[in-house]
């Protein structure tokens, strides 16, 4: 039995940025976290193909074979931290084959592969856990799982992703282009070299499903989000969102009504009051409503070494201490038990609904703006605020920027179309949905 060992032994495969911070952690830590676990917790053994010169690894027996980790009787508890779904997804296996618990930070593997990894943990006895594969140092998924286990959750919308969030912050703190905040976020190492997960909201959406799969109690459903990217907005929405009373954040929304269930990812107007909407840099923030406790945000690091290793070793002590009690705690992968999973019904994103902003270029002359007032309402969309810049000097064309009321976006789609569709007006219409985040 685990709880008649000395020590709770880990081997860490992975020993990149979260890996490596995870084994610092947990050798600068070993005294606290031991009091805490009730236990010794140890790194007994370290799979990398390559050495971390950042991170020393001292006597800790190091395996270039990863798999080494995971066939060791002597490993408890094996960390998966090399980042994929193919390979990480044969090591998770095999460490859950072989009767070891498994923690990673691995949002896409969950996200893609969570109903199947999930299954086989309960088939073999073993628990996997993720805490830090959404928002890194940020307890959200502790706060959905346990904490709000007592609501019903209506809603959850976050800014989950610190590389979108630093670009935007700086396009409208400093008037800067996509392009040119990119290459800087590439510099700072906030963006990989190929920054497509981040910056078309692919890694958010990764990040939502498991949120809202936690939150509703669904499998992980990642066919079902809708992706936005961030690579079409310009300083100037940016700007002219704050002149109507907003900001801009790339938001992951889930929301659950008798319609069904929406997963969106794509940039949004927040009214600048709201807390999310104050949210800036590479920081993350996930605000969720239930029915019980009303709104509760969740604020903090999102990504980085030492708050993702945070929320890795998080995990870890909640497992020795269930090891050393020699039982494992039975709250399960997602909340709720296997059986009681929802079948969810998706809401087509052609039947969403939200007020929008449309920015659009037109003829300086009378008449112009009824005919978009006209094509707008033909669909039931009105108009809640209007702003039309004056012409520069030899200017004939002028942006108009518009927020509507509620719209469904099919009908937001058909009106938009029409109105590109005038003689008057030229090129694309730019538009961004607009969240209110009522509580």
Known sequence: MINELRAVNIGICGLGTVGGGTFSLLQNHEELLAARAGTSVKVKHVGARRDNPECPTGDTPVSRDIFDVARDPDVHVLVEMIGGTTVARELVEAALRAGKHVVTANKALIAEAGNELFALAAQHGVALRYEAAVAGGIPIIKALREGLAGNEIHWLAGIINGTGNFILTEMRDKGRAFDEVLKEAQALGYAE????????????????????????????????????????????????????????????????????????????????????????????????????????????????AQPTASAVVADIVDLARELAAGQLCPVPSLGVAPEALKSPSFVSMSDVVTPWYLRLEAEDRPGVMSEVTSLLGEQGISIEALIQKAPGTGQTRVPVIVITNAARQGDLETAVAAIEALPTITGTIARIRVESLDG
Not at 201 to 221: N, T
Not at 224 to 248: Q, S
Not at 270 to 291: F, H, Q, T, Y
């Open 193 to 304: 070299a190929d920054p497509t997960f981040d910056v078309e909201g692919i890694d958010a959406a990764h990040k939502l499903v498991i949120l809202a799969s936690l939150a509703f109690g669904i499998p992980m459903s990642v066919d079902a989000v809708f992706a936005e990217g961030i690579t079409k907005l310009t300083p100037e929405d940016l700007g002219y969102a704050e002149e109507l009373g907003y900001r801009v954040k790339h938001l992951g929304v889930a929301k659950q009504s008798s319609e069904g269930i929406e997963l969106r990812v794509h940039p949004t107007l927040i009214p600048e009051s709201r807390l999310l909407a104050n949210v800036n840099g590479v920081k993350n923030a996930v605000l969720v409503e239930g029915d019980a406790v009303g709104p509760t945000l969740y604020y903090g690091a999102g990504a980085g």
